[in-house]
């Protein structure tokens, strides 16, 4: 049988990308065009700046990636496109590019959901193994995504309020620390200890939605009213006491619902996936447990084209297609 070449485009956010996938699960090429300096100074993403960059960089991602995998458009099956959720300006131009090169090359348009896409960068890691449980971290999403076979889908929990990234990044700013604040803070938090006491919203029993405003409001609070009296928290101390109110929750919702759901495997997703803390708790949460936990390595768990065409391989297969009316969908429900 005739190796399957999906070629995939992401611009939902801030990052331009193209890669192609062999067979579902082979990465041929996987380029990305970070945009984060030109948002750094805005201390997060711009989106007129975002729309912007991924006019100038679409062509050139596009062509170092058939370059890289060694492929013509001739050749490809198929081109998978994330639809949606995400910054209307910037989800344009991808699905623009994804319609003029289907167009022109006469090739299937395949929609991707963003987060599916995110779902299944651990298929580029491993196979997966239904059902399974996805937790999904990211700048923009925290959610409980339960998946009985491929391509199904089925959110039993979400954040109210803001996402777990989202709450990393305020926090970092009010921490005085550079755009995106994650990785600064989870490293911070390794050099304190949680010594302040912050809210963990548990919400009502047997829910599985999440609620991070609160949290994020209570260390502005308590670094307010310290100035206030003339006083300083150790940041360190601070950013650990988030980085646990944060991993407490994610990881007590997750086996709850691994519980309830019986689920096989669990994997993560979403770029929070890369927290060193959250990767412990979730590795010693399930270390002598018989269910397969899977994160996939930090490349893989920020936005990439990768995860789009592994989704869209299999939305191909699922005979799941767009026409030249395809459009952006910002708020696209999974
Ligand atoms: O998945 P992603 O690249 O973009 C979205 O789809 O949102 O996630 C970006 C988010 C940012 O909020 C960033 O601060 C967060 O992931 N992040 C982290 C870490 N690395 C990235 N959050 C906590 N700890 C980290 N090590
Ligand atoms: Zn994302």
Redesign the pocket.
């Known amino acids: 049988k005739k190796d399957q070449l999906i070629l995939g485009i992401e611009t ?2 801030d ?1 331009t990308a193209v890669a192609i996938i062999k067979n579902g699960q082979e990465i041929a090429a996987n380029v990305v065009a970070s945009q984060i300096e030109s948002h750094k100074r805005f201390g997060g993403v711009v989106p007129e700046i975002a729309s912007r960059h991924h006019v100038e960089q679409i062509t050139i991602v596009l062509e170092e990636a058939l370059k890289q995998a060694n492929v013509t458009m001739a050749e490809i099956d198929a081109i998978a496109v994330t639809e949606g959720p995400g910054l209307v300006g910037a989800l344009l131009i991808g699905v623009n590019a994804a319609k003029a090169l289907a167009f022109a090359h006469q090739k299937p348009l395949v929609p991707v959901h ?1 987060i599916a896409g ?1 779902i299944y960068a651990n298929w580029l890691v491993t196979e997966l193994q239904f059902p399974l449980l996805a937790l999904v971290v ?4 925290t959610e409980l995504v339960y998946m009985k076979e491929h391509g199904h889908f089925e959110v039993i929990g979400e954040t109210r309020d803001d ?4 709450a ?2 305020k926090v970092a700013r009010v921490l005085n620390m550079p755009y ?4 600064h ?2 490293r911070l938090a390794h050099e304190g200890s949680p010594t302040i006491d912050l809210p963990r919203a548990w919400l009502e029993d047997g829910s599985y939605d999440f609620s991070f405003s609160g949290l994020k409001s209570a260390v502005i609070n308590t670094v307010h009213n310290a100035e206030q009296r003339g006083e300083t928290i150790p940041p360190e101390n601070l950013a650990a006491s988030f980085q646990a109110s944060v991993i407490d929750v994610l990881v007590k919702k997750t086996m709850d619902a691994v519980a309830e759901y019986r689920v096989k495997q669990v994997v993560v997703a ?3 996936a ?3 803390g ?1 990767r412990s708790a979730l590795e010693e949460a399930f270390s002598g447990s018989e269910i397969d936990l899977v994160i996939p390595p930090l490349s893989l ?3 990439n084209a990768a995860m789009i065409a592994a989704a869209g391989s299999v939305m191909f297969e699922k005979g799941i297609r767009a026409g030249m009316t395809l459009n952006a969908n910002p708020g696209l429900d999974i």
């Open positions: 939902s956010c990052e963003h995110h990211s700048g923009g999403h996402a777990a990234g989202e990393y990044d995106p604040g994650g990785p803070i989870d979403g770029g929070v890369a927290n060193k959250l768990c920020t936005d």
